[in-house]
């Protein structure tokens, strides 16, 4: 049974970069059919898409926030990585990382998600 | 972008009650459908994907149904596990894939 685990280093600073990273076990992250995708939610808001990575580099985001967000993968560790700049208070949420069955598509597993709070 | 709007905001159950939740789509997303479940401090899970299809290990009594712009989750028979908020998604037109805004199923 495939098992996501998100970790990071906890609060952020407006305007800094928020990182966080989802520890992949129980399957291999080089699987070619699987994408692996962060999505957030901030408090008593939608579920968010942030974007996917395949275990080949391959990437794509969600427009609202291509410009600030890197996402790729570190197949040797079997993790994969998110990387958000400039981050305001509307960046506060908890964060998912998830299993996605092929790009564009849905997420048959997620990780339990880690709150980020951006505040001074 | 598509947007999936879900109702109602709570349905109110009893145990042994059939509930329906419902989830539009802004304009036709065919079947690219998935329906999930949340519960405070889990990982969300994967109930329905295809609007209909059944995901591993889902009981029996979930169900999905509905094309192009409605569907339909019924869960048959709610059991105590059941009560938590229930999340639609489409898979459609991308990017971005997009969220429901979700329904809480709560204890009548």
């Known amino acids: 049974q495939v098992q996501l685990q998100e970790s990071g280093p906890g609060p952020v600073r407006p305007s800094e970069t928020l990182s966080l990273t989802c520890t992949v076990s129980?399957?291999?992250?080089?699987?070619?059919?699987?994408?692996w995708g962060w999505i957030r939610q901030p408090p008593g808001k939608d579920f968010e898409w942030i974007g996917s990575v395949h275990y080949s580099g391959t990437t794509y985001y969600n427009p609202s926030l291509r410009s600030r967000v890197n996402i790729f993968v570190e197949t040797s560790r079997s993790q994969f990585s998110l990387k958000l700049r400039s981050v305001t208070a509307a960046d506060t949420a908890v964060y998912y990382c998830?299993?996605?069955?092929?790009?564009?598509?849905?997420?048959?597993?997620w990780g339990q998600g880690t709150l980020v709070i951006v505040s001074a | 972008d598509i947007v999936m709007t879900q109702s109602p905001g709570t349905l109110s159950v009893s145990p042994g009650d059939r509930a329906t939740l419902s989830c539009r789509a802004s304009?036709?997303?065919?079947?690219?459908l998935a329906w999930y479940q949340q519960k405070p401090g889990q990982a969300p899970r994967l109930l329905i994907y295809g609007a209909s299809s059944r995901a591993t290990g889902i009981p029996a009594r979930f169900s999905g149904s509905g094309s192009g712009t409605e569907f339909t989750l019924t869960i048959s028979s709610v059991q105590s596990e059941d009560f938590a908020v229930y999340h639609c998604q489409q898979y459609n037109r991308w990017p971005p894939l997009t969220f429901g805004g979700g329904t809480r199923v709560e204890i009548k």
């Open positions: 304009q036709s997303i065919l079947n690219n």
């Open positions: 998830a299993r996605e069955v092929g790009s564009g598509s849905y997420f048959n597993h």
């Open positions: 129980g399957d291999s992250i080089s699987t070619s059919r699987y994408y």
